[in-house]
């Protein structure tokens, strides 16, 4: 980090020393990740100059660091002409869901601009829905024909290799450029230049329809080692690829929307974001929780007299309540991560289901007569105890199924199991442990006062 | 999936023929993962004899598919003589964390199987600590020097490529096996045969020390796009390469392991842990809660006076303690999300507890009035509503400051920040929201009763 403070440094100096070349020349030197931070890290009035002096290359690589409101932002600042020029030398897919922010006027300038095969395809990518294969595709690819020999593939490759994203993999097709198989670069380089490509290459190809989600996609990257995944249309013609990149942005963002949504915070919340938007997309969820408190405020309500008759009760509230929740949280979160790694079937399910029960049995008992015992010796009441501590085994494991059914049924009903929000849960536990304390309480109430 | 039921049939179909060429056959065809997962799907029998027939080939390609306990139990099966020729041949990353757990014995017979130069790598890794670069690398890389011309490049990368799990990118080593440079294929395939390699390699390459840690690798892997990580020793020579699906997994398990730490499942639970390992994982945690759920007893205890004046005031309890949870989660979330990406310097921090502030006074204030409405309706007393409602603007404002903070600390101090977990938090939150929530009570009480 110290380096990229003095980066940010030198880049100041040049700027006042009016030595633009200097700072695109290291600019060509850093990558993307750098240059954005530093970029960052320059006070206001810096950045507007530099902006103005950088050349297009360096604001083409630094700006895919950015999120897409401060793209737009940026490219806003440098006008029209060389936001083109920018543009132009991105690659398709964050081009592609950069452009769907744009007013059609501009959108349809910069596609005059550049060539009619890149901008078909573009077109073609804002076609497809948002987060889909068919969007955060690349086409970028080396491809070659079932008949070619392995000298001409490497030919092929020699010439299209400083386009390609992939030059590892080359897509093989068939006549109705329907994807036949892969050769690695590897397997060109170690078979005979006269071999047929369609000898060598590999038949066994994981590929996506260009409709798959981008969860869907997750969950192959989590099973099988890629390097890229081709993307196919209805006919099974390759449509495009998503390279490697990508791949580690698709298992970034799903596992930060897992732990977004078990926080019950729905929509990306990051350090830039405004407070009033950050409050706009906490506030659904705490405001129905709310109104889900509302109804353990009510069962207590209806335990009035008993509470009334040993307050004492009251001392436990919170800590049941809050057991249950945490339980709960717990078995929801090996749950979520459960499903989001392999697929299940009746037998794991009941297998699962009653692993958990048999945990909440030993934490419960645990817990249980753990409470029960400080209880006793703290009020010095037996029986408070006895309920305190019976109360908190049956809510533990009325809590942990929860945390396990719960997510379950979601998945099975094809809903994210993970909007099942920690918060969620414990809410529900609330009221699940409230009835049960209560009810216990109010069986031995003549025994307690 | 229904494919890979069938081809489980047709395993146990070929099983009862006995026509076990035909498993392997079709196991050559198949991904790693599915053949696990078909394995998986055979009753347990079928399971016994399938590894009695299966060659070493096809175990070794589908042994990195499962959990290292069920590895480990897969190839005490097959008996050492077997296992020693499915070990030799996986890759050095898999196979190093595996031989860890081998009894000193077996270690050294596997050990004396292999050459030496294999022999010594491994132990070498294996002398690294766990989750470190030194023992998730791979000496499967391609390196040249720095004088080669690039036609000899590539005659190296043609002789070593099957050896090679990294042959789109080569690296150059000065004469005392320093980390020069690095070159792709591709640019060996754009570049002239007589240029050399030194003219045309790439001088800026991001490495990590054979001691990093698997957080700070995943914190570069989330910045940089690479396809690998070389891996330096002290003077900065090339030991090994981390490859892109052990990159892919590095970033998988850090993602588990902050949606875990968030629940507080300390250590990894999945779905085939067994019931009391569960258990004994999550109790820790738990029984911690259950202690600072006492803390919370004994501060409503503190205003048994208040509450027996007006027990309506336990109403609102668990909604207010549950609330301040909520908030406060959501905030963890927010802050452990961002720590993992970027890092962070005082200005940061300032702005995003200033933030995270200003949040908390718009969802305070909003809720908080929502709630004395309700309250007043519900309880036709305006003083409770003003009560409940000012304490739960004061509660969501503490709880979301200590979401945001709480992490922030256990950062600054070099601790992960996700140890600081939901129920932790929500935990806390329980007792401050407690002691507001009974002061304000008690400040008021004559107004109550």
Same mark, same amino acid.
């Given at each position: 980090?110290?380096?990229i403070?003095?980066?940010?440094?030198?880049?100041i100096?040049?700027?006042?020393e009016?030595?633009?070349?200097k700072?695109n020349?290291?600019?060509?030197?850093?990558k993307?990740?750098?240059?954005?931070?530093?970029?960052?890290?320059?006070?206001?009035?810096?950045?507007?100059?530099?902006l103005?002096?950088?050349?297009?290359a360096?604001?083409a690589?630094?700006?895919?660091?950015?999120n897409q409101?401060?793209?737009?932002?940026?490219l806003?600042?440098?006008?029209?002409?060389?936001?083109?020029?920018?543009?132009?030398?991105?690659?398709?897919?964050i081009?592609?869901?950069?452009?769907?922010?744009?007013?059609?006027?501009?959108?349809?300038?910069?596609?005059?601009?550049?060539?009619?095969?890149?901008?078909?395809y573009?077109?073609?990518?804002?076609?497809?829905?948002?987060?889909?294969?068919?969007?955060?595709?690349?086409n970028?690819?080396l491809?070659?024909?079932?008949e070619?020999?392995?000298?001409?593939?490497?030919?092929?490759?020699r010439?299209?290799?400083?386009?390609?994203?992939?030059?590892?993999?080359?897509?093989?097709?068939?006549?109705?450029?329907?994807?036949?198989g892969?050769v690695s670069?590897?397997?060109l380089?170690?078979?005979?230049?006269d071999d047929?490509v369609?000898?060598?290459?590999?038949?066994?190809i994981?590929?996506?329809?260009?409709?798959?989600?981008?969860?869907?996609?997750?969950?192959?990257?989590?099973?099988?080692?890629?390097?890229?995944?081709?993307?196919?249309?209805?006919?099974?013609?390759l449509?495009?690829?998503?390279?490697?990149?990508d791949?580690m942005?698709?298992?970034?963002?799903?596992a930060?929307?897992d732990i977004?949504?078990l926080?019950a915070?729905?929509?990306?919340?990051?350090?830039?974001?405004?407070?009033?938007t950050?409050a706009?997309?906490?506030?659904?969820?705490?405001?129905?929780?709310?109104?889900?408190?509302?109804?353990?405020?009510?069962?207590?309500?209806?335990?009035?007299?008993?509470?009334?008759?040993?307050?004492?009760?009251?001392?436990?509230?919170?800590?049941i309540?809050?057991?249950?929740?945490?339980?709960?949280?717990?078995?929801?979160?090996?749950?979520v991560?459960g499903?989001?790694?392999?697929?299940?079937?009746?037998?794991?399910?009941t297998?699962?289901?009653?692993?958990?029960?048999r945990?909440? =049995?030993?934490i419960? !008992?645990?817990? @249980?007569? #753990? $409470?029960?015992? *400080?209880?006793? /010796?703290?009020?010095?009441?037996?029986?408070?105890?006895?309920?305190?501590g019976?109360?908190?085994?049956?809510?533990?494991i009325?809590?942990?199924?929860?945390?396990t059914?719960v997510?379950?049924?979601?998945?099975?009903f094809? =809903?994210?199991?993970? !909007?099942?929000s @920690?918060? #969620? $849960?414990t809410? *529900?536990?609330d /009221?699940?442990?409230?009835?049960?304390?209560?009810?216990?309480?109010?069986?031995?109430?003549?025994?307690?006062v």
């Amino acid at each position: 980090m110290k380096k990229i403070q003095e980066d940010a440094l030198f880049v100041i100096e040049k700027l006042k020393e009016e030595k633009y070349d200097k700072i695109n020349e290291m600019f060509t030197t850093k990558k993307p990740y750098d240059l954005a931070f530093i970029f960052q890290n320059l006070p206001e009035k810096h950045r507007a100059s530099m902006l103005e002096h950088l050349n297009e290359a360096s604001i083409a690589s630094m700006l895919p660091k950015f999120n897409q409101l401060k793209q737009l932002e940026l490219l806003g600042k440098i006008g029209p002409a060389r936001a083109n020029k920018v543009l132009a030398l991105l690659d398709t897919d964050i081009l592609s869901s950069l452009l769907r922010h744009f007013p059609k006027a501009d959108l349809d300038r910069f596609l005059s601009e550049i060539n009619d095969t890149e901008a078909q395809y573009l077109k073609q990518m804002m076609s497809y829905e948002r987060d889909t294969a068919g969007s955060m595709m690349t086409n970028r690819y080396l491809s070659v024909q079932l008949e070619d020999t392995v000298a001409a593939a490497v030919e092929k490759a020699r010439v299209h290799a400083m386009y390609s994203e992939t030059l590892f993999i080359i897509y093989v097709l068939d006549k109705n450029n329907r994807l036949a198989g892969t050769v690695s670069y590897r397997d060109l380089v170690i078979a005979q230049p006269d071999d047929l490509v369609k000898d060598i290459m590999l038949k066994q190809i994981i590929s996506v329809p260009y409709t798959a989600k981008r969860a869907e996609i997750n969950k192959l990257l989590k099973r099988y080692d890629f390097s890229a995944i081709p993307v196919l249309d209805d006919q099974e013609r390759l449509l495009g690829v998503i390279t490697f990149d990508d791949m580690m942005q698709i298992v970034i963002q799903e596992a930060n929307e897992d732990i977004g949504k078990l926080s019950a915070v729905n929509k990306e919340i990051d350090f830039d974001t405004k407070p009033v938007t950050a409050a706009k997309r906490r506030l659904p969820w705490l405001i129905a929780l709310l109104f889900i408190g509302l109804v353990s405020g009510s069962i207590i309500a209806g335990f009035e007299d008993t509470l009334e008759k040993v307050v004492a009760l009251a001392f436990f509230m919170p800590l049941i309540a809050g057991m249950t929740g945490n339980t709960g949280t717990q078995s929801l979160a090996v749950v979520v991560r459960g499903l989001a790694e392999q697929d299940i079937n009746p037998k794991v399910v009941t297998r699962l289901i009653f692993r958990e029960f048999r945990v909440s =049995l030993i934490i419960g !008992v645990t817990c @249980g007569l #753990l $409470i029960s015992l *400080i209880a006793f /010796i703290w009020q010095g009441n037996m029986h408070l105890g006895i309920v305190v501590g019976s109360s908190l085994l049956l809510t533990l494991i009325l809590g942990t199924l929860a945390g396990t059914i719960v997510p379950l049924v979601l998945y099975k009903f094809n =809903l994210d199991p993970a !909007v099942a929000s @920690g918060p #969620l $849960i414990t809410t *529900i536990n609330d /009221i699940f442990s409230l009835v049960v304390y209560f009810s216990i309480a109010s069986f031995f109430l003549s025994k307690l006062v």
